[in-house]
């Protein structure tokens, strides 16, 4: 006999209420399945206005995060197998307005984003004649973990203060601005601390840390936004200092 299991999706289509709903599909199950083979799968044969995000496959592209049994994961790299038997439950991420079904609204993160500068910032540029700008391994191990961000909103949902506050700017954010801070290439840390060290920044992390513990990458949010409370205070010191 065929082995099957349930998944238990919430859906919002707006087009035809206002209020989500559950809807159950029982589906083939093989061991090797991860849960955006099982989404993939309600899509193609079961279900087509199902509504979910993926393209990688990979853990690459990060656009296939979810809640998952509760917690906030990439379906792409969660195999069937590790969850709890029985029905499995599939959300969109939470703190996120559900625009249909598993797909969220990204703009709010995507302004954040923009706000912390996560490029690399110089007075001014060499021209390319004259070579690259060359670095040691050790001067990468600097912001090599940080660099490894997918931007896929895991820690969003995960943080409590987000979900309390949408005008905190957030785990992954902050995280990169710590990495560009921390390239020895940049010339913008001082721009970006103005932004991290003001409403909304680093100070009002109250370091629960799941950002850290859910982080598909292990790029530990949470241990980056109070590395960044140090400079941030020497920052809002020299900002100080011409007036006292």
Request: charged share 25%; aromatic share 10%.
């Amino acid at each position: 006999m065929a082995l099957e299991i349930v998944l238990l999706v919430k859906r919002f289509r707006p087009e035809l209420s206002k209020e989500p709903f559950y809807q159950e599909y029982q589906i083939p199950y093989t061991e090797d399945m991860v849960v955006l083979d099982a989404l993939n799968y309600i899509n193609d044969e079961v279900d087509s206005t199902l509504a979910h995000r993926w393209s990688c496959r990979m853990g690459i592209c990060g656009s296939c995060g979810a809640m998952i049994n509760g917690t906030p994961r990439l379906a792409c790299a969660t195999f069937l197998r590790q969850l709890t038997r029985g029905i499995v439950e599939v959300e969109p991420l939470d703190h996120f307005p559900v625009i249909k079904d598993l797909v969220v609204d990204m703009e709010d993160f995507m302004q954040k984003l923009a706000e912390v500068m996560p490029w690399l910032i110089r007075e001014k540029i060499k021209p390319l004649d004259r070579g690259e700008y060359f670095q040691t391994p050790g001067q990468i191990r600097l912001y090599g973990q940080q660099s490894m961000c997918i931007n896929c909103l895991i820690c969003y949902s995960a943080c409590p203060v987000y979900g309390l506050d949408s005008e905190f700017l957030g785990p992954a954010a902050i995280a990169l601005a710590y990495r560009y801070n921390m390239d020895s290439r940049d010339q913008g840390r001082e721009k970006r601390l103005s932004r991290l060290v003001g409403k909304s920044g680093v100070w009002d992390c109250t370091y629960v840390g799941e950002c850290s513990v859910v982080c598909p990458k292990d790029v530990d949010p949470a241990g980056a936004i109070q590395r960044l409370k140090f400079p941030g205070s020497l920052h809002v010191l020299k900002t100080l200092l011409p007036r006292l």
